[in-house]
């Protein structure tokens, strides 16, 4: 059996995070973590010193299997990374013929100051909740030269697209709630216990003020960009834009540079359409793909998002977007055919990066399901666990293992089968329980989504912001550690009290809100900068802020 591995287990994974981490090679270090998982399951299969002697090199083998299988195995993961391909394209194209420029000469006399690009960034990633993959692609690609021009570094960037676009796709008719909907559904069809409790349908929607690492989330976001408060490491990298103008940090690795990569757009005129006739095709395309494949006569919304196909309406309207931008070029006279398709191979070029991290991340990923990772975890909080700490326990159960293996699906897919009954039971048979769960369930896989390295939703945020990946690991994982301690305080304060959301999300607000004042003023003090900087111009003399 994969328990059998026990604490071994959880070497592969948390030996790439830390590698990852210490060296700042993501690549390198996901590799080592998966070649080490190999030489760990071809060790246990060893039955002489002579092959045990050669684990280093049969290890390899299996390491290899498990990133061929990444690959080609999963068609979920394959349709991803067309997606990632395709969406890569449309980027180029849209860069290549000043669809970017255009937005960002559309909204420079607007979106005017720091604060106001931050601002515009953080409720574009709330609007568009259908998908987290497509928030990054299209939030960031229309926000980063505005963010670059208001001398924004490019950690701050990841971190608004990343802490709204996961949270967010939890609360909408998304792809994200359907999933979770099926699991909760088919928990309850495991215990025979449906029609004794709400629908699963009704359960999550009961969840949703229980999910607190996410409504936390994309409160302190507006709280970070509103007062323009920063603290641990991103108070570093806000502090080295605004001096010096440089939005990543000197040697960083930016999972892309567009001008690097592909070069100054191809006309100084640019036209609006041509970054807003792609983008609408895209989203068009998705819904409207999403809605066709899950509709059935008598479903409700929901019903049809449970059934859709949404990684297949992904990669339709990524399509949609790189031939809507072509034909734009082609019919601007901007670009022949040559020059066109040229630029989409560039596209692919410049998610190359991107679409190798993330294949490795899927590799630890069967690492960790070989080796048992998350039943070994979850078997050591079934010891503990009582009623007034099982949202916490849950919390942070499912934050051990989204961290350890990069994936919030994944961890749901481990947690909520075992945490949905263990709260019917713990809980006294009480659906306000199981609601709770799946709330915890929820905040705990996302909060480690957003600290991992190896999560392809980070990925993605380094990816469309143009940031070095690890930097923006580093520069999050304070604020992250800083909401989920917030999260912890609100499950602590119904696990005493019994009281409700409408006590526990304002009490955790006023919280959140006073940390922030707080660490900001004792970080900028300790380094001997501006806790709220901006008076107008930015250090380096250009406009900064309102």
Same mark, same amino acid.
């Given at each position: 059996?994969?328990?059998?591995?026990?604490?071994?287990?959880?070497?592969?994974?948390?030996?790439?995070?830390?590698?990852?981490?210490?060296?700042?090679?993501?690549m390198?270090?996901?590799?080592? !973590?998966v070649?080490i998982?190999?030489?760990?399951?071809?060790?246990?299969a060893?039955?002489?010193?002579?092959?045990?002697?050669?684990?280093?090199?049969?290890g390899?083998?299996?390491?290899?299997?498990?990133i061929?299988?990444?690959? !080609?195995?999963?068609?979920?993961?394959?349709?991803?990374?067309?997606?990632?391909?395709?969406?890569?394209?449309?980027?180029?194209l849209?860069w290549?013929?000043?669809?970017?420029?255009?937005?960002?000469?559309?909204?420079?006399?607007?979106?005017?100051?720091?604060?106001?690009?931050?601002?515009?960034?953080?409720?574009?990633g709330?609007?568009?909740?259908?998908?987290d993959?497509?928030n990054?692609?299209?939030?960031?690609?229309?926000?980063?030269?505005?963010?670059?021009n208001?001398q924004?570094?490019?950690?701050?960037?990841?971190?608004?697209l990343?802490?709204?676009?996961?949270?967010?796709?939890?609360?909408?008719?998304?792809?994200?709630?359907?999933?979770?909907?099926?699991?909760?559904?088919?928990?309850?069809?495991?215990?025979?216990?449906?029609?004794?409790?709400?629908?699963?349908?009704?359960?999550?929607?009961?969840?949703?003020?229980?999910?607190?690492?996410?409504?936390?989330?994309?409160?302190?976001?507006?709280?970070?960009?509103?007062?323009?408060r920063?603290?641990?490491?991103?108070?570093?990298?806000?502090?080295?834009?605004?001096?010096?103008g440089?939005?990543?940090?000197?040697?960083?690795n930016?999972?892309q540079?567009m001008?690097?990569?592909?070069?100054?757009?191809?006309?100084?005129?640019?036209?609006?359409?041509?970054f807003?006739?792609?983008?609408?095709v895209?989203?068009?395309?998705?819904?409207?793909?999403?809605?066709?494949?899950?509709?059935?006569?008598?479903?409700?919304?929901?019903?049809?998002?449970?059934?859709?196909?949404?990684? !297949?309406a992904?990669?339709?309207?990524?399509?949609?977007?790189?031939?809507?931008?072509?034909?734009?070029?082609?019919?601007?006279?901007?670009?022949?055919?040559?020059?066109?398709?040229?630029?989409?191979?560039?596209g692919?070029?410049?998610?190359?990066?991107?679409?190798?991290?993330?294949?490795?991340?899927?590799?630890?990923?069967?690492?960790?399901?070989?080796?048992?990772?998350?039943?070994?975890?979850?078997g050591?909080?079934?010891?503990?666990?009582?009623?007034?700490?099982?949202?916490?326990?849950?919390?942070?159960?499912?934050?051990?293992?989204?961290?350890?293996?990069?994936?919030?699906?994944?961890?749901?897919?481990?947690?909520t089968?075992?945490?949905?009954?263990?709260?019917?039971s713990?809980?006294?048979?009480?659906?306000?329980?199981?609601?709770?769960?799946?709330?915890?369930?929820?905040s705990?896989?996302?909060?480690?989504?957003?600290?991992?390295?190896?999560?392809?939703?980070?990925?993605?945020?380094?990816?469309?912001?143009?940031?070095?990946?690890?930097d923006?690991?580093?520069?999050?994982?304070?604020?992250?550690?800083t909401?989920?301690?917030?999260?912890?305080?609100?499950?602590?304060?119904?696990?005493?009290?019994?009281?409700?959301p409408?006590?526990?999300?304002?009490?955790?607000?006023?919280?959140?809100f006073?940390?922030?004042?707080?660490l900001?003023?004792?970080?900028?003090?300790?380094?001997?900068?501006?806790?709220?900087?901006?008076? !107008?111009?930015?250090?380096?003399?250009?406009?900064?802020?309102?």
């Open positions: 059996m994969a328990s059998d591995f026990g604490a071994l287990s959880l070497v592969p994974p948390l030996l790439a995070i830390a590698l990852a981490i210490i060296t700042r090679r993501a390198l270090s996901l590799f080592l !973590g070649w998982g190999g030489a760990i399951v071809a060790g246990a060893a039955d002489t010193v002579l092959e045990y002697a050669a684990t280093p090199f049969t390899v083998i299996e390491a290899f299997g498990w061929i299988s990444s690959i !080609g195995e999963s068609t979920f993961q394959a349709k991803i990374i067309v997606f990632t391909f395709l969406l890569g394209a449309g980027i180029a849209l290549r013929l000043g669809g970017s420029l255009a937005v960002a000469q559309f909204a420079r006399s607007r979106v005017d100051s720091h604060r106001r690009v931050g601002i515009v960034t953080w409720l574009f709330m609007v568009w909740f259908f998908d993959y497509a990054t692609a299209i939030v960031g690609s229309a926000m980063k030269d505005m963010a670059d208001m924004m570094s490019r950690e701050k960037l990841a971190y608004i990343d802490s709204t676009a996961a949270p967010v796709a939890t609360f909408g008719i998304s792809s994200w709630v359907a999933f979770q909907i099926g699991l909760v559904q088919t928990a309850y069809e495991n215990m025979g216990i449906q029609g004794d409790t709400p629908s699963a349908t009704a359960t999550f929607l009961w969840s949703i003020p229980f999910n607190v690492y996410c409504l936390f989330a994309l409160l302190m976001v507006g709280i970070v960009v509103v007062t323009q920063d603290f641990g490491e991103m108070l570093d990298a806000e502090t080295r834009a605004r001096r010096t440089n939005v990543t940090r000197e040697n960083a930016p999972l540079s001008k690097e990569d592909l070069g100054n757009p191809v006309t100084d005129n640019p036209r609006l359409r041509t807003v006739f792609p983008v609408t895209l989203v068009v395309v998705v819904i409207g793909g999403a809605a066709w494949t899950g509709y059935a006569p008598g479903r409700d919304a929901l019903g049809i998002a449970e059934n859709a196909d949404f990684t !297949g992904l990669v339709w309207g990524s399509f949609g977007m790189v031939a809507t931008a072509l034909t734009l070029g082609l019919i601007d006279d901007h670009i022949d055919l040559e020059e066109g398709m040229e630029t989409v191979l560039d692919f070029g410049i998610m190359l990066h991107a679409v190798s991290i993330l294949v490795l991340a899927w590799s630890i990923g069967s690492v960790a399901t070989a080796l048992g990772t998350g039943d070994y975890v979850t050591i909080a079934e010891g503990f666990v009582s009623p007034m700490m099982l949202p916490i326990v849950i919390l942070f159960t499912s934050a051990v293992i989204s961290f350890s293996i990069g994936t919030s699906w994944g961890t749901m897919s481990l947690v089968p075992v945490a949905v009954p263990l709260a019917w713990i809980g006294n048979q009480s659906p306000e329980m199981i609601a709770v769960a799946v709330g915890a369930v929820f705990g896989s996302i909060f480690g989504d957003h600290c991992s390295p190896i999560s392809d939703t980070t990925i993605l945020s380094s990816t469309f912001a143009g940031s070095d990946h690890i923006h690991v580093r520069t999050q994982m304070y604020y992250a550690v909401v989920i301690s917030v999260a912890t305080l609100a499950y602590l304060i119904y696990g005493v009290t019994g009281l409700g409408a006590v526990f999300l304002p009490v955790g607000a006023v919280v959140l006073s940390l922030v004042y707080a900001s003023e004792f970080d900028a003090n300790r380094k001997d900068v501006p806790a709220k900087p901006f008076d !107008g111009t930015t250090e380096s003399g250009t406009v900064g802020d309102d």
